[in-house]
């Protein structure tokens, strides 16, 4: 591998600018996911038409995001990628065990409440949060 001075500041240079590209799609992600939830009470009166409109350019800006996301790994290096795949491997499985599980409460009526997929997505993302903290001082 080229580990020279110019070669490092461009790779630098390409995770860099491939980390700001991500920002700017998760933050349009959450904008239009924001738009897509409360628009129909706030915005525009429960207009069927538009909650569809708002939900499909969600789901066309979340697929950017998608995108965005799998080009950023690709710029880091193996060190990193590592760390991303395993924190992402738990995250994946955590999310899907406890969520089911969590569901299959809800549906026996254990829990008196409903189970709602904000509380997995919450749960999901204290996790990466949480792996990431830790594979990062691990690694080191």
Do not use: C
Not at 52 to 61: D, F, K, P, V
Not at 87 to 97: D, K, N, P, Q, R
Not at 101 to 119: G, K, P, T
């Amino acid at each position: 591998m080229n580990d020279t001075p110019s070669h490092r500041e461009g790779w630098q240079t390409n995770v860099r600018r491939q980390t700001r590209r991500l920002g700017y799609w998760t933050a349009a992600w959450l904008l239009t996911m924001a738009i897509a939830n409360f628009g129909p009470k706030f915005f525009w009166d429960s207009n069927d038409l538009m909650t569809i409109a708002a939900i499909g350019l969600n789901l066309l800006i979340g697929i950017g995001m998608i995108v965005a996301n799998k080009d950023h790994l690709r710029s880091l290096d193996e060190m990193h990628q590592k760390i991303q795949l395993e924190a992402m491997g738990l995250t994946l499985g955590i999310g899907l065990v406890v969520g089911l599980a969590y569901s299959n409460l809800d549906i026996a009526n254990i829990v008196s409440f409903d189970a709602e997929i904000a509380h997995v997505v919450i749960l999901m993302s204290l996790t990466y949060l949480a792996t990431l903290i830790t594979l990062t001082r691990k690694m080191r």
